[in-house]
Structure formats: C-alpha cells, structure tokens
C-alpha cells in the first residue's frame, strides 16, 4: 500500500476534527478526497505527510511509519498545501534551487531544469514568484511538490481560484503525474473528479462516508433510490450523492 491510514483521530482542544479515520490507496490510485468546508480534510492531508501528529492512529506511507520514520516518510511524499505557501521575493528559478537544496538533491540544476519543463515553467521562469498570475504561482506549487520524484502526492485544493482555462492545464499536469505516482487531492469540482480521478472518499464532520471507485458511484447512486435520467452524466450523480452524504 502507498498510503495506508487506521483509526486516526485529531482534535483540536475539545473539536474532534478527525474521528476513526481509516483508509488504504495503493501504488498509482488517483485519488478525489471529498467533503464539504472544515469536513477534516486538510487535518487528514496534514497528518499524512507527517506534517502534524494525530491524536490517535496509525498512517504509513509507502510502509513508513508516521511515529518512528517521519524524516524517511518525507522523502517520499510531494505535499502541496492549501494556502501554497511561497517566497514571493525569490525568482522561480532560485525558489526551486532552495527546495532542491533542502531535499539535498545531488544534481540541483538539472532536477530544476526538469521540473521546469514538466510543470510548463519556462515562460516564466525568470520572473520573481510575486509577479506570477496565480495559475502559474500554482505550477511552481506543484514543482516544488514534485522536484524530488517522490512515490506519492498529496495535493490540497490544487485548482481552488484557476481560470477555466489554467483549470484543465493543472488538470492534465496532474494527471500525467499519476501515470506514476500515487495522488491524494482534495477538490470541491466534481468534473475534476470524473477527469481525474479513479476513486473518490467523502468525508463529513471527520468521518468517512463514501469510498468507492468512479464506476461504483453509479451503482451507489441507483441504491440509494436517485432518479436516474438518460442523459445524467456521471457528475451530476455525484454531486447528488455528496449532497445526500454531506447535508447534515
Ligand atoms: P477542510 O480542509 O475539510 O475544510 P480542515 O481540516 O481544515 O477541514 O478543518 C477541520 C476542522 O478543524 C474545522 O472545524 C477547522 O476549523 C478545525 N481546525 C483546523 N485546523 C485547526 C487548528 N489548527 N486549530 C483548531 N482548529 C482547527
Ligand atoms: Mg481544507
């Protein structure tokens, strides 16, 4: 398993943020996480990449553990995270050298070059990162996630605020790198989870309430009684499914 996530709660003071968590996602999933504004899912993301500690639980990443191999764990995790904290002041350029520096990359220049390309950087790759329209100040989010070719990544909210057109650019980005990677992203679209993705989890208030892949949504949503039209595409089904799950 790539990620592997067993009873995990969080709590925030008294708020219970995560309750008895569990999932697995194996090598290459793509997967949509799902759930409405404060559901948990930034919480979840944050203790998958060892980023903050669980109150209880176990996660593991590609069989490294979140308590005893954080540092190791780290290595193999691309994390790009809902505010994509950035360095507005630094030149892309010098920005991903920095990141390169920190994972102690042996070759630094040419795993720049190649992220630059990979993420469509090169246009703009000599301005200052303040300077970049929030599309491409998104690419450089993703280049620093990925410059280190790790085995997994988790991506919040990746297209929050992109224009439709920088939309399905990120889109295919993503994509593409989950041809060999293993993706957790949490989206609000559902188009984006059709496009993108080969299995969705909802969570509502900290508790999972749906995990099934895109073809068992289908059958989910005939279960549970939805009125089924010819030309119902896929995400309209899922949009009603994430109503019926999340509404209370
Ligand atoms: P989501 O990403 O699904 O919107 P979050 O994981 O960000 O949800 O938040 C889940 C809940 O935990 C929310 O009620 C949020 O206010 C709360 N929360 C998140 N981070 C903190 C924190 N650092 N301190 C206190 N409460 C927090
Ligand atoms: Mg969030």
């Known amino acids: 398993m790539s990620i592997s996530v067993k009873n ?3 709590l925030y003071g008294t708020q219970r943020a995560l309750d008895k968590v569990s999932f697995e996602i194996g090598k290459g999933e793509i997967v949509g996480f799902l759930g409405p504004n404060g559901a948990g899912k930034s919480t979840m993301m944050k203790i998958i990449t060892s980023f903050i500690p669980p109150t209880e639980g176990d996660v593991s990443v590609c069989g490294l ?5 954080s540092l190791a764990l780290r290595e193999k ?5 809902e505010a994509n904290p950035l360095y507005y002041d630094m030149y892309v350029r010098e920005f991903l050298e920095f990141i390169a520096g920190i994972h102690q990359l042996k070759d630094k220049k040419s795993a720049v070059k190649k992220i630059i390309k990979l993420t469509g950087l090169e246009p703009e790759m000599h ?17 620093q996630a990925m410059i280190h070719d790790p085995e997994v990544l988790i991506l919040d909210e990746p297209t929050t605020g ?25 989206t609000h679209i ?12 909802i969570i509502n208030k900290g508790k999972i309430v ?30 009603e499914l994430f109503h019926q799950l999340t509404r209370n």
């Open 77 to 81: 995790v691309g994390y790009l995270s």
């Open 127 to 143: 301005k200052k990162i303040g300077a970049l329209s929030r599309g491409y100040k998104q690419r450089v989010g993703l280049a």
């Open 65 to 69: 553990d979140i308590w005893n191999d």
């Open 8 to 10: 995990v709660s969080k």
């Open 162 to 186: 992109l224009d439709p057109n920088q939309l399905v650019e990120i889109r295919e980005l993503i994509k593409k790198s989950g041809k060999t990677k293993t993706v957790l992203l949490s």
């Open 210 to 239: 749906a995990d099934a892949k895109i073809e068992e949504i289908r059958k989910m949503t005939e279960k549970m009684g939805f009125k089924r039209q010819e030309e119902r595409t896929t995400n309209l089904e899922m949009e």
């Open 190 to 201: 559902m188009q984006e989870v059709e496009a993108v993705c080969d299995r969705i989890i």
